[in-house]
């Protein structure tokens, strides 16, 4: 049993719409195959980008998508990535699994994609092993209106206008692949490297991002805080849910009953670690100017068998519906200092919306999650007062209709039965739910549509109350019209 209790003077604040936010790297399947096929392919596309996984991704409205890492962005030159296709630069993928990356997706096709999606752009320049100039030529290159050599260097390659950049990430996981730096060292280097991002465009000044700690790092959260605050206005955070120790992964596909609940618990610990790291950028930073960007989450599984392991391509089952609901929720709790979130990575690799196999494709249970929550974005976030159930996980948001409730039961067995109360008179409620009956349940090419949203009717309501049944394994949406 499980009790809510909305009252309409209680709200935490605008839940930003980038929390819902999407990452693509250059790591296996990611960007080549799975989003970018070339032109002249057999596989339908606009300008090279498949339209069969532009389509599906519209339906979710990704508002933001972070490239080209993670950490290749941190090996990344972008003049590689300019110029006619057939010249650029063959390099090698150092980051994951020293493979041929051509080059022919670079900037022009990032804000091709980004234009046929309808994102806003978030690049992550490379501090690890490029310059300051190297940066400050790329935000000359994207964003500068007028002549100057990075300017006339864009419209030499078609395109004239410069395009958005809203932000801009500075290094990535610094204290790791990024670079091993010390907290004090890459304190300075942020300072240094922000200094020349020049904000040309004045309708969307840049927004800069500094890469911050790895999980529980307060010591690097405190350190970037106390040096550097003044300089970013966003920091990042990244953590993934792992059932087990990180060199021993769990499978995706046939995943230990025992292990459920501590992958569960894991993504849990994500509003520990904003509770904790909000605290020490309060220290610094009271007036929460400074936004806590959660530029990576999601589950990490096992590379499925026979797949390069360095490709982090992993099945997606109702498991990751529930850590996707879950953490989604966490984030609403903390409108206050979450201004964004990516989830790794958008198709083929980690937690994803997409899979795909050639000209094959398939929409994830996580894909669905991220379409049933689609009016909690830019909502505005309810402090309810809960009384839940343990494996119960709840947020509400309010729009121009009422509420928008999303309910997640986590249990394997048992239905929760759930009161929701409300100070406002009730007068339709619709729902929507996504349901495992098994732990493994998931879409596969043969089999598309085994975990897809279905309408839910297991609602009784009168003025005030309302009483929902929400099966385990299930995630369940509620618009709550009032009058
Ligand atoms: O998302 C995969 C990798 O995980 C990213 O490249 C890196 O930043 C993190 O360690």
Redesign the pocket.
């Known amino acids: 049993m499980s009790h809510i209790s909305i009252d309409a003077h209680r709200q935490r604040g605008k839940i930003s719409k980038y929390i819902y936010g999407q ?1 693509s ?1 250059h ?1 296996g399947r990611s960007i080549y195959g799975g989003l970018w096929v070339e032109p002249n392919s057999n596989i339908p596309n606009i300008n090279g980008l498949r339209t069969d996984a532009i389509t599906a991704l519209k339906a979710i409205k990704v508002p933001v998508l972070r490239w080209p ?4 962005a941190d090996t990344y030159h972008w003049a590689d990535g300019i110029g006619p296709a057939d010249k650029r630069k063959k390099i090698v993928n150092t ?1 994951w699994g020293s493979v041929v990356e051509n080059n022919h997706f670079g900037t022009h096709e990032y804000f091709e994609l980004l234009n046929q999606l309808g994102a806003d752009a978030y690049v992550n320049g490379n501090l690890g092993s490029g310059t300051v100039q190297e940066m400050s030529e790329w935000v000359e290159y994207m964003t500068f209106n007028g002549t100057s050599p990075m300017a006339d260097l864009r419209t030499a390659n078609g395109h004239k206008d410069p395009w958005h950049v809203k932000f801009f990430g500075v290094g ?2 610094s204290w ?2 990024g670079g091993n730096m010390r907290p004090e060292y890459y304190a300075d280097l942020y300072r240094q490297y922000q200094t020349f991002l020049t904000s040309y465009d004045s309708d969307s000044p840049l927004y800069k991002i500094a890469s911050g700690p790895n999980v529980d790092d307060y010591h690097w959260m405190d350190v970037l805080m106390k040096n550097a605050a003044p300089y970013m206005d966003g920091i990042s955070l ?1 953590h ?1 849910a792992l059932a087990s120790a990180w060199e021993d992964k769990r499978p995706a596909l046939a995943f230990p009953e025992a292990e459920w609940f501590s992958l569960i618990k894991s993504a849990q610990k994500m509003d520990e670690l904003i509770t904790k790291h909000s605290t020490i950028m309060d220290k610094y930073d009271p007036e929460k100017r400074v936004g806590l960007i959660v530029d ?1 989450w999601g589950s990490w599984l096992r590379a499925e068998q026979g797949t390069n392991p360095a490709f ?1 391509y992993q099945q997606n089952t109702i498991r990751d519906a529930m850590i996707a609901a879950i953490t989604l929720h966490i984030f609403q709790k903390h409108v206050d200092r979450v201004q964004m979130a990516n989830i ?2 958008m198709v083929n ?2 937690q994803s919306m997409l899979l795909t196999d050639g000209s094959k494709i398939v929409k994830t249970p996580t894909y669905y999650i991220f379409k049933m929550f689609l009016k909690h974005q830019d909502a505005i976030a309810m402090d309810t007062l809960d009384d839940l159930s343990e494996t119960t996980s709840a947020s509400i948001s309010k729009n121009k209709d009422g509420y928008f409730v999303s309910l997640c039961n986590y249990g394997l067995t048992a239905t929760d039965t759930i009161t929701v109360d409300m100070d406002s008179l009730i007068s339709t409620v619709s729902g929507e739910m996504l349901r495992g009956t098994k732990m493994d349940q998931h879409n596969d090419f043969d089999h598309p549509d085994e975990v897809s949203p279905e309408s839910f009717t297991a609602i009784t309501h009168d003025s005030h109350q309302l009483t929902a049944k929400i099966p385990p394994m299930s995630v369940v949406t509620l618009q709550i019209d009032t009058v």
């Open positions: 990452f790297e790591l890492g993670g950490c290749f980051s990535n996981e790791g692949g990244h993934y990576e982090l790794a990575q690799v980690l």
